[in-house]
């Protein structure tokens, strides 16, 4: 909304509410929420303290052509608290997250191994599966041989017929008992 001089947030901010050595990417991404966060406050204070025609003053002259310097002039000479009311909800800001730094901090680790996992995911599709071991072949079930055909014409062979007086097998449970042939 204004020029980002005039908000305290930064560094100092983070140190304050114990956050202060986060790595720097986190640092940046908390800071950017923090600061839009002070914004809505700010923002809906102004909205509440403007009658119809400065809102649409602010909003065609300085918010649409994002003239940032001309905005926080024009701020300063309709609203003089303005300065006062941005360092008022800055520090209501630290005081609601100083308590919840270690949370905060926690959030953000979980994140952090998040990523970690889904780059390792991301790695892995990217792999080409591995190629077969001899183990595995070695494994597989053999496959049955193929009964050698007979050529065309040929017969197969018979099992021999038993003599007479010699004993017979026992007969085989498919297959009814035959009589001795004599």
Known sequence: ???????????????????GDLPIEEKDLLLDQIKYQLEQRVGTWLADNMDQQQMEEFDVTYVQNQDHEGAAQWLQQNFPNYPQKVAEEAQKLKEELRPQAGTIREIIRQQQQEQQQQQQQQEAQQQPPPQPQQ????????????????????????????????????????????????
């Open 1 to 19: 909304m204004a020029d980002d001089s005039h908000v305290p947030i930064g560094d100092k901010f983070l140190q304050d509410i114990g956050l």
């Open 135 to 182: 183990q595995e072949y070695q494994q597989q079930p053999p496959q049955q041989e193929a009964q050698p055909q007979q050529p065309p014409g040929e017969q197969q062979p018979q099992p021999q017929q038993q003599e007479a007086g010699q004993p017979q097998p026992p007969p085989d449970s498919h297959q009814p008992p035959q009589p001795p042939q004599q």
